[in-house]
């Protein structure tokens, strides 16, 4: 049982109907619904009476409304002693995926640090499905995972696009690959090269066995997050495929230990997106809201493939 869901609950109480308690909460009605029904399967009570007009609360759930008052009023005054005790120092637990940590992450944080210097950032490398957990279970507060385009989002979280990619194979500037204009799926495959794959789990790790389509490379690595394939190719272990924003701008890249070349299949068909992800709930520490709106803030500020952050 979380908190939001008996949020949810009081909502449609409030407001009367399950449609406008959507539109308030800015969640889409079938998942606000979605929501309920597993608390009303974790309960065993019909919280909401659902018609063809529209669902409201049920007889049943009105009982049950005194003690969801009684949980939330509880938990309000938790979080607000917390704001007390933390409003001076807080440490803010962001989870990552491991990529864009050069033209965002490092810039965001190094911004953030200038503004809250009494606040501590721990950042945690996570595959996605772990940083989803921790998102909702409240042991990290900000998220940030890729998608591809069209990929279903958590109705539980709030999802934010902060910046747009294609996948790029990622290799060194003397492997015999660089000096085509684009690599295609063959080539990875072929032995010229070893390829160096992300774990299961990973966003490339789905999209490398897609474009693969069932060809198996003859000798490949696996490791976790595009930091680690960066420097495995670097270091001469191979070629990876990575989204562009983990690759341009980085300090290997302008050092010219590795570069980048399209994929001859893909052409710009297939888009990477960076997302950052927190909890829907009412309250949110100010030291979260500001890290968040300031990484929204440096994605919609144009950038030059090579730009450092100041």
Same mark, same amino acid.
């Given at each position: 049982?979380? @908190?939001?869901?008996?949020?949810?609950?009081?909502?449609v109480?409030?407001?009367g109907?399950?449609?406008?308690?959507?539109? /308030?909460?800015?969640l889409s009605?079938?998942?606000?619904? /979605?929501t309920?029904?597993?608390?009303?399967?974790?309960?065993?009570?019909?919280?909401?009476?659902?018609?063809?007009?529209?669902a409201?609360?049920?007889?049943?759930?009105?009982?049950?409304?005194?003690h969801?008052a009684t949980?939330?009023?509880?938990?309000?005054?938790?979080r607000?002693a917390?704001?007390?005790?933390?409003?001076?120092?807080r =440490?803010i637990?962001?989870?990552t995926?491991n990529t864009?940590t050069?033209?965002l992450?490092?810039?965001?944080?190094?911004?953030?640090?200038?503004t809250?210097p009494?606040?501590?950032v721990?950042v945690v490398?996570?595959?996605?499905?772990? @940083?989803?957990?921790?998102?909702?279970e409240g042991?990290?507060?900000l998220g940030l995972?890729?998608?591809?385009r069209?990929?279903?989002?958590?109705?539980?979280?709030e999802?934010?696009e902060?910046?747009?990619?294609?996948?790029?194979?990622c290799?060194?500037p003397?492997s015999?690959?660089?000096?085509r204009p684009t690599?295609?799926?063959?080539?990875?495959?072929?032995?010229? /090269?070893?390829?160096?794959?992300m774990?299961?789990?990973y966003?490339?790790?789905?999209?490398?066995?897609?474009?693969?389509?069932?060809?198996?490379?003859?000798?490949?690595?696996?490791?976790?997050?595009?930091e =680690?394939g960066?420097l495995m190719?670097?270091?001469?272990l191979?070629?990876?495929?990575?989204?562009d924003?983990?690759? @341009?701008?980085?300090?290997l890249?302008?050092g010219?230990a590795?570069?980048?070349?399209p994929?001859?299949e893909?052409?710009e068909?297939?888009?990477v997106?960076?997302?950052?992800q927190?909890?829907?709930?009412?309250?949110?520490?100010?030291?979260?809201?500001?890290?968040?709106?300031?990484?929204v803030?440096?994605?919609?500020t144009?950038?030059t493939p090579w730009?450092?952050a100041?």
């Amino acid at each position: 049982m979380r @908190i939001e869901q008996l949020e949810y609950i009081a909502a449609v109480t409030r407001l009367g109907s399950l449609r406008r308690a959507a539109e /308030e909460l800015h969640l889409s009605q079938p998942a606000l619904s /979605e929501t309920v029904r597993n608390l009303e399967r974790e309960l065993g009570v019909d919280l909401l009476e659902r018609k063809r007009s529209g669902a409201t609360i049920s007889a049943e759930g009105r009982e049950l409304l005194p003690h969801i008052a009684t949980v939330i009023e509880a938990v309000d005054r938790l979080r607000g002693a917390a704001g007390d005790q933390h409003r001076v120092s807080r =440490m803010i637990r962001l989870g990552t995926v491991n990529t864009a940590t050069v033209p965002l992450l490092i810039p965001a944080v190094r911004e953030f640090r200038a503004t809250h210097p009494v606040t501590q950032v721990e950042v945690v490398g996570a595959q996605q499905t772990e @940083i989803h957990r921790a998102l909702l279970e409240g042991s990290v507060d900000l998220g940030l995972v890729n998608y591809l385009r069209g990929d279903d989002v958590p109705p539980d979280l709030e999802t934010t696009e902060l910046l747009r990619g294609r996948p790029v194979v990622c290799l060194r500037p003397d492997s015999p690959l660089a000096a085509r204009p684009t690599v295609s799926a063959a080539d990875l495959v072929d032995g010229r /090269e070893p390829l160096i794959v992300m774990r299961s789990g990973y966003l490339m790790h789905r999209f490398i066995h897609r474009l693969l389509a069932g060809r198996t490379p003859s000798f490949s690595y696996s490791t976790d997050g595009a930091e =680690m394939g960066k420097l495995m190719v670097a270091e001469g272990l191979g070629v990876t495929v990575l989204p562009d924003f983990s690759v @341009i701008g980085d300090p290997l890249e302008r050092g010219g230990a590795i570069t980048h070349r399209p994929l001859a299949e893909d052409g710009e068909a297939t888009e990477v997106l960076l997302v950052i992800q927190r909890r829907r709930s009412g309250s949110v520490p100010r030291a979260v809201r500001d890290l968040h709106q300031l990484f929204v803030r440096r994605a919609d500020t144009p950038r030059t493939p090579w730009a450092t952050a100041p």
